[in-house]
């Protein structure tokens, strides 16, 4: 091979070479695998008002999917009942799933509405800032999650948390909290309890997809979230919600 | 410079270089020897994010279900449980899919569905809802309401629907062309509740003769004096007002 030939060769190799592994480089990362990417994606939930009943068969989805114990006082989710009286004051209890009987009728009622509640999975969550060992820490996708096999079960993130939405499992001895299913969303399913939700109060959703349930519920209602003024920045919006609600 | 270096006393120098040596031992051990899986927190998220993903579905979701049953699921789509998963009713099936052999626990009767349809004065107005205790009380719902296709029950509009004996021998006799209400009182909630809310019965003898009493003007029945006529009694004890006839 004399010089001029390796001069030509040369630059005929350089750049197609480069070409070449580009378009390699394509067809690997085009097909994915379906491979889930936690930066794709930022979870939230949409909590309608105006739509739940109370019926409880969220809480009860919750501790199915979850191992949740059965004892009434541990709840991932759980649904308050506001009563407010003509008289101003207001009642707030947490219901358990109604039975054959009718709850009992109040007199002098000026509005009467249930509250779905769970972890508002914040993006500046007070409980991730307490933690002594870093146990609990917020997702790429935004959604908080405790380490059970680091948490000490010190109880500090559950006095933390302005929302009341953690509590210490009994068996494991560990702070647990609703993780929206982290292993059903990942794989590109609901929530249990915006699975069984019958009414379609609750709305689950990708913020970063414009396309999601949640941004067009986002968009369509007007929007409050819980304790605005802590700074939390939670991510469960509610629509056609109470200012008595706290 | 030299000078203050002197005036320090021997024992602190020792002292100054010991704690050299540990602390360059901690810096060298911390960021040289251990290996960074052990320090950085991505690595025990991670572990976490795993543990997490690994978890057991026990939901298997609200489209699975038609692939089977796609009867159901065809019915239920147009019908007012359109918003209603299968699972929200039968229970978890993910482990129905993988062995259809378990079956999903279904929760029926009266007990489940009163969960949503039980009156609640929290509830959004219009959500339909009944009183357990007076609705059909020990009737299971599924007697009336289909629930894969809830439509509100027809409640009879026709008497006869319920008490055809004695629409068939009313409507050979004298008083077919008398509806029911002209003597009956039916309240609304008797169609609804029939047994707790019942209808009234004409009870005085003037009631009949306004009709069949000699100073009645109705030409076509017949004509008693009220006065003489039967005194003791009540018309219906000797008269059966479905079919009357002349004793």
């Known amino acids: 091979m004399n010089r001029r030939k390796f001069i030509k060769n040369a630059i ?13 480089k394509d067809a690997q990362a085009k097909p994915g695998n379906g491979k889930y990417d936690p930066a ?3 979870y939230g939930m949409g909590v309608d008002i105006g739509k739940c009943i109370g019926c409880g068969l969220c809480i009860e989805a919750c501790k199915k999917e979850n191992n949740v114990p059965k004892e009434p006082f541990f709840c991932r989710t759980w649904v308050e ?19 054959e009987k009718p709850r009992a009728e109040e007199t002098d009622v000026l509005r009467s509405f249930f509250v779905p509640k769970l972890c508002n999975q914040c993006d500046n ?11 609990t820490f917020a997702t790429e996708d935004g959604v908080v999650l405790v380490d059970s096999k680091r948490c000490i079960g010190c109880r500090y993130c559950i006095q933390a948390c302005p929302y009341g939405a953690r509590y210490l499992h009994p068996e494991t001895r560990t702070a647990d909290k609703c993780t929206f299913c982290y292993h059903r969303i990942v794989k590109g399913m609901l929530p249990a309890c915006v699975e069984v ?43 056609e919600l ?5 | 410079m030299k000078d203050m270096l002197k005036r320090i006393p021997e024992q602190i120098k020792r002292l100054a270089v010991v704690i050299a040596v540990i602390i360059t031992g901690v810096v060298t ?3 040289f020897i251990l290996p960074s899986s052990l320090t950085d927190g991505r690595f025990h998220r991670q572990s976490t994010v795993e543990r997490e993903t690994a978890k057991n579905i026990v939901f298997a979701g609200a489209t699975i279900c038609g692939n089977c049953h796609g009867d159901k699921a065809e019915k239920k789509k147009a019908g007012y449980h359109k918003t209603v998963n299968c699972e929200t009713c039968h229970g978890p099936a993910q482990s129905h899919i993988e062995n259809p052999a378990n079956k999903p626990a279904m929760s029926g009767g009266r007990d489940f569905c009163v969960f949503c349809h039980a009156y609640d004065q929290s509830r959004p107005t219009g959500f339909p809802q009944i009183n357990p205790v007076l609705h059909n009380p020990l009737k299971a719902c599924i007697t009336c309401h289909n629930p894969h296709d809830p439509v509100p029950s027809q409640t009879p509009r026709e008497c006869s629907a319920c008490h055809a004996q004695i629409a068939s021998i009313k409507t050979v006799s004298p008083h077919a062309l008398i509806g029911c209400t002209s003597c009956h009182n039916v309240p609304e909630k008797h169609k609804v509740s029939p047994r707790s809310v019942r209808p ?3 009870d005085t003898r003037e009631f009949c003769g306004k009709c069949h009493r000699k100073e009645s003007d109705r030409k076509d029945a017949p004509k008693i004096d009220l006065a003489t006529h039967g005194e003791r009694f009540l018309c219906w004890e000797c008269h059966y007002p479905h079919r009357p006839e002349r004793m």
């Open chain 1, 12 to 24: 005929l190799f350089f750049p197609a070479a480069g070409v070449f592994r580009h378009l390699l």
């Open chain 1, 40 to 42: 794709n994606h930022l």
């Open chain 1, 81 to 99: 009942r506001y009563v407010i009286k003509r008289d101003g004051s207001v009642t707030v209890a947490s219901i358990e799933a109604q039975k």
């Open chain 1, 125 to 135: 969550p007070p409980c991730v800032q307490v933690c002594p060992v870093g146990a």
């Open chain 1, 197 to 239: 939700c019958p009414t379609q109060a609750r709305i689950f959703g990708d913020l970063k997809s414009m396309a999601s349930r949640l941004v067009r519920f986002t968009r369509i209602n007007k929007i409050h979230v819980l304790k605005p003024h802590l700074n939390t920045e939670p991510k469960v919006y509610y629509a």
């Open chain 1, 242 to 246: 109470d200012g008595e609600v706290r």
């Open chain 2, 29 to 31: 051990v911390r960021y």
């Open chain 2, 200 to 202: 009234t019965k004409p």
